[in-house]
């Protein structure tokens, strides 16, 4: 939580979905100043550790993709549909 840049990068890896988004990607559309590339990797790592989000292979045989676990969606849906939609969706 005290990290911004990593939350917006995960709110930019829930927003890819299925589809995965690279490591490097998602660091580099991070547009909040408080965090550099290093704190934002280091809480992604803590991230995949608490089984918030899964990795699947990437395009190229290095490439690391990250894409939000049933878990982390459980949690945190109701909380974004409240946000965004004023209410709880089933």
């Not at 927003?15 to 995965?20: L, R």
């Not at 608490?50 to 990437?58: A, I, Q």
């Given at each position: 939580s005290a990290n911004l840049g990593a939350f917006e990068a995960l709110l930019i890896?829930?927003?890819?979905?299925?589809?995965?988004?690279p490591v490097y990607q998602a660091v580099a559309n991070v547009r909040t100043p408080f965090s550099g590339p290093a704190?934002?990797?280091?809480?992604?790592?803590?991230?995949?550790?608490?089984?918030?989000?899964?990795?699947?292979?990437?395009?190229?045989k290095s490439q690391v993709c990250l894409i939000?676990?049933?878990k982390l969606m459980r949690d945190i849906y109701p909380?974004?549909?409240?946000r965004h939609y004023g209410g709880l969706q089933e």
């Open positions: 890896i829930i927003q890819n979905g299925e589809h995965g988004l704190g934002i990797i280091n809480r992604l790592k803590t991230l995949r550790r608490l089984g918030l989000l899964d990795e699947k292979p990437g395009a190229k939000p676990s049933e909380v974004l549909a409240a």
